[in-house]
């Protein structure tokens, strides 16, 4: 590419790859207009004939370029030239890997709109329940839940345990929003892919990914020691609440906790309440 570039506008080839044959007259039995190609030095037959089968070429090629000319000029027009083949869209019921997962759950998954903040939560039954954490509703009295389609619903806190750092809020019209589907968290494997969604930074419908890091890593949730499933999937705040879950789109567990450097960022370690032990206290609420 280097030596096709230094003849086209880059100056004069030279070098020992470069021969330049002294000019002559043309020959008188060349086509008018078209200059003959160089007598080359007796060594160089073969290159002699190579150049007049080039020249032969040329010619041929403006001949057909005119012939071309003229049949467009009488009103044919050349073909259109051929569409680059494209992939049809892909259906949604058959997005690939964790994409699949993150359509199937995100229906699912609200925010939490507080006047000093907000929060994340998932639809647990079809009677308009939601799971979150008892540190995002305390002390609130209205809450505004909104769903991924946009909808903004008033909530009532229905109960909250703080030692487990889960409430349940009861919101009326969510009855054809569908529920998460629940897993067991008791069979998760260190190194398991999981997503964590919500509302981090209030910025709705959010996605990240990671690992299960570790299982029953013991943290101080409610002002309490409790075993939780730690991730590097990105939580930030607004995160508390949201579910965390496996390949199949099950809820393994809510996210609720992080550590944090002195900018308050993630820095890749965050915790979730183990949906096998966060299922029957929200039953629990739900039923008292």
Do not use: C, K, Y
């Not at 070429?57 to 049949?71: S, W």
């Not at 308009?128 to 903004?152: F, M």
């Not at 229905?158 to 409430?167: R, T, V």
Request: aromatic share 2%; no cysteine; hydrophobic share 45%.
């Amino acid at each position: 590419m280097v030596r096709e570039a230094a003849m086209i506008g880059l100056g004069r080839p030279s070098g020992p790859e470069f021969v330049t044959p002294p000019l002559t007259r043309p020959d008188a039995s060349v086509m008018p207009g078209v200059r003959a190609a160089p007598r080359p030095a007796a060594p160089l037959r073969g290159g002699r004939l190579l150049l007049t089968a080039v020249l032969v070429a040329a010619v041929t090629g403006g001949a057909a370029g005119l012939a071309g000319a003229a049949v467009f000029a009488g009103g044919e027009r050349p073909p259109p030239a051929a569409a680059l083949p494209r992939a049809a869209p892909a259906p949604a019921g058959s997005l690939p890997g964790m994409s699949a997962t993150a359509a199937r759950v995100l229906p699912s998954v609200v925010s939490i709109e507080l006047r000093r903040g907000g929060g994340s939560g998932f639809v647990v039954d079809g009677r308009g329940h939601i799971l979150t954490n008892a540190h995002v509703v305390r002390g609130e009295s209205d809450v505004t839940v909104v769903l991924s389609d946009g909808r903004r619903l008033e909530a009532r806190v229905l109960g909250a345990d703080d030692d487990e750092d889960l409430a349940v809020l009861a919101v009326d019209g969510l009855a054809t929003l569908p529920p998460a589907t629940l897993g067991r968290s008791a069979e998760l494997s260190v190194g398991e892919q999981v997503l964590a969604i919500g509302s981090p930074l209030g910025l709705s419908g959010t996605v990240t990914a990671g690992i299960v890091s570790a299982l029953d890593r013991e943290v101080r949730l409610g002002g309490s020691a409790r075993t939780a499933v730690q991730t590097d999937a990105s939580i930030n705040p607004g995160n508390s609440g949201g579910p965390l879950v496996n390949a199949r789109g099950e809820v393994v567990g809510v996210n609720t906790a992080i550590a944090a450097g002195r900018g308050g960022g993630n820095i890749g370690i965050g915790f979730a309440i183990p949906i096998d032990r966060a299922a029957p206290i929200a039953e629990r609420i739900i039923r008292n």
